[in-house]
């Protein structure tokens, strides 16, 4: 997709924070135009009830909630995009 595309250098991508996290951990992507990122959207799992919650929905609740945390990954990606800057200078 967009991301393996932009590591690979061909281009720049926009995409969910929490999609390019392994790619700018590593250093393959940088973050880019931050001063024009709109915030990601709430993302929820809902469902009836608890007493009818089945496996298979408290898995997939289980797999959003681990993959996609609450507060997102953009702290942590504008501290990179900060270090990024100060080494710069």
Not at 7 to 15: D, E, L, Q, R, T
Not at 42 to 48: D, F, G, H, N, T
Not at 57 to 71: G, L, N, Q, T
């Amino acid at each position: 997709g967009a991301v393996s595309v932009a590591a690979a250098g061909i281009g720049i991508a926009h995409v969910s924070d929490v999609l390019t996290l392994p790619e700018l951990r590593s250093g393959r992507l940088q973050p880019l135009l931050l001063e024009w990122a709109a915030p990601a959207p709430s993302l929820m799992v809902l469902y009836p009830s608890r007493r009818h919650l089945t496996a298979r929905v408290r898995a997939f609740a289980d797999f959003v909630a681990e993959i996609y945390p609450a507060k997102g990954a953009w702290p942590e990606i504008t501290a990179m995009a900060a270090g990024r800057t100060k080494s710069r200078q």
